[in-house]
């Protein structure tokens, strides 16, 4: 049996000792890996105070935002760290918005300092987006800032955070309307980081275990997972995008990895490991979340990867990413899953309310989630209504419909916006598509309501086929109806090439609505 590494997992109360104290105890281990170079925790540790100085140099103060537009490249956990060092917030933006959705999020951020990668800074200007005196990556010249980073000065500088500091900030995918700048500070890591030590979450399990990361930056599981590796003292195997192809290639160096991907980064994962003809056996750990998982894609993904403990998290952004967990002892390959978010991390909580009234519903009944939890946002940056629309006495509104089960047990059923009411019949998307991810050649399925005059709405059926697999509407509706009820049968189905997608791997249903 594999040795548990638990003593290896430490929690500070502040994010850049985090750094301190594995360069004190690992000095000479691998803390990144980036295209080839490697830095040590000795190493990032003096990086990132060169950062935090050379940020300081430049008038930053404790407090200013600090936008960051690039892909997930290595300079970005020295610029964080030295960011938590010097008091300054992060700001990670979506580098796959278009200029004027990133002009939104910086009139609403209103960054001391903007640094990105020429391809994403450059079509701002070319659209009139004022980023002031901007930073380069990767780059040389007067402007870089890999070279502002070089000149600053050695040693910690002399900051004294507190706990409700903030650290980053990040912005929310905006499907329900503009995006939100989510306040997370120390405490919500430190609080999120003492419930995944206690519940024993991704402990590895062999001394050269190293964590896969090709999560976007500016998604709280792109932070956080990276966080969670240095405070495991697990080597960072930073991609720079996501690129099933390379990942498959990285899976068969020998080295055991632990991951966290979304279910459409897993089924994408699998498609191409099964194209390259390579196996996926050098897992470790998968972690997985963000997204409903399908029945079939998770019974394929354990087939695919024998040897990984597989752990599902549920929360958001304003959560700091999970409150709830299935455990790894909640799958096994030889019987049917558990559909089940898991049961809640220790010192969380979960109660199921009506809606509209906030009013607790019994045991089994179906209603809006809402969460408590030590690592809740300190919430939405200058924006008090909206905070104080979705946090209500200490227990933050998710929006998303569930039931608990006799055993505690959480059931994520959709969105509540989501909803379909049909003839005055509640009808969960999730459910149908669920289902439908076990039909041979449909490889996705998304579930939507259209308006009709007499029902109020019908369902109706995107589908995206398998490669080199036919199928007919027909014969979808023919393989659903001994598996649901009558009236969640599609009326209409439509065939898509793909679905739409935010960064973070979620279905865009309202683009689905306009179809």
Same mark, same amino acid.
Request: glycine residues 8%; hydrophobic residues 45%.
């Given at each position: ?30 803390? !990144?890996? $980036? ?5 040590? $925790? ?16 430049? +008038? ?11 892909? *997930?490249?290595? %300079? ?22 278009? &200029? ?40 040389? +010249? &007067?402007?870089?800032?890999?070279? !502002? ?5 050695? +040693? ?22 503009? &995006? ?27 001394? *050269? ?27 960072? #195997? ?62 394929? /993904? ?5 040897? /990984? ?26 019987? &049917?899953?558990? @559909? ?34 030590? /690592? ?6 200058? *924006? ?27 059931? %994520? ?10 003839? +005055? ?32 709405? @019908?369902?109706?059926? $995107? #589908? ?32 898509? /090439? ?18």
């Amino acid at each position: 049996m594999p040795r548990d590494f638990r003593d290896r997992l430490i929690n500070p109360p502040f994010l850049a000792d985090i750094l301190a104290e594995q360069a004190a105890r690992h000095p000479g281990r691998i803390a !990144l890996r $980036f295209e080839g170079r490697d830095l040590t $925790f000795e190493e990032l540790e003096e990086r990132s105070d060169r950062a935090a100085n050379a940020l300081i140099a430049l +008038g930053l103060k404790p407090g200013d935002r600090f936008a960051w537009l690039a892909r *997930n490249l290595g %300079v970005f956990w020295e610029t964080f760290f030295g960011c938590t060092k010097a008091g300054i917030v992060m700001t990670p933006l979506n580098w796959r918005l278009a &200029p004027a959705e990133i002009a939104q999020i910086l009139a609403d951020a209103r960054p001391r300092l903007v640094a990105g990668e020429r391809l994403f800074l450059d079509p701002l200007g070319q659209a009139g987006v004022a980023v002031g005196d901007a930073y380069f990556l990767e780059e040389d +010249g &007067p402007r870089s800032f890999e070279r !502002l980073l070089a000149a600053g000065a050695r +040693g910690r500088p002399d900051h004294a955070p507190r706990q409700d500091d903030p650290v980053v900030q990040l912005y929310t995918s905006g499907t329900t309307g503009l &995006p939100k700048g989510v306040v997370l500070a120390h405490r919500c890591y430190f609080g999120s980081g003492a419930a995944g030590i206690e519940a024993g979450i991704l402990v590895p399990q062999f001394e *050269n275990e190293s964590a896969l990361h090709a999560l976007p930056h500016f998604h709280v599981a792109g932070v956080n997972f990276g966080l969670m590796a240095m405070a495991r003292a697990m080597p960072l #195997i930073q991609h720079r995008v996501f690129d099933p192809a390379a990942l498959v290639a990285e899976a068969q160096t020998g080295t055991p990895l632990n991951s966290f991907f979304v279910p459409a980064m897993i089924l994408m994962l699998l498609e191409a490991a099964k194209a390259a003809q390579k196996p996926l056996l050098n897992f470790a750990s998968v972690s997985y979340g963000a997204a409903p998982m399908p029945e079939p894609l998770l019974n394929a /993904a354990m087939a695919a990867m024998p040897r /990984a403990r597989f752990t599902q998290f549920y929360g958001m952004t304003e959560t700091t990413g999970s409150a709830t967990y299935l455990p790894h002892e909640d799958h096994a390959p030889d019987r &049917p899953q558990r @559909v089940s978010a898991g049961k809640p991390l220790p010192g969380n909580a979960i109660r199921i309310c009506d809606p509209e009234t906030g009013r607790d519903l019994p045991q089994g009944a179906l209603g809006e989630i809402r969460l408590r939890t030590p /690592a809740c946002m300190e919430g939405y940056w200058a *924006n008090r209504k909206a905070t104080d629309a979705v946090i209500i006495d200490g227990w933050y509104r998710t929006g998303d419909a569930g039931r608990l089960d006799e055993d505690g047990y959480l059931y %994520v059923l959709d969105r509540v916006k989501d909803m379909i009411i049909s003839g +005055g019949e509640n009808i969960y998307p999730a459910e149908i598509e669920n289902v439908l991810a076990a039909h041979p050649a449909v490889l996705e399925a998304a579930i939507v309501g259209k308006p009709d005059h007499k029902w109020g709405e @019908v369902v109706k059926a $995107f #589908i995206v086929k398998r490669p080199g697999k036919e199928v007919s509407s027909a014969e979808i509706c023919e393989f659903l109806k001994p598996k649901i009820a009558s009236f969640k049968l599609p009326r209409e189905v439509a065939f898509l /090439a793909a679905l739409p997608r935010n960064p973070s791997g979620k279905i865009l249903k309202t683009e689905l609505r306009k179809l």
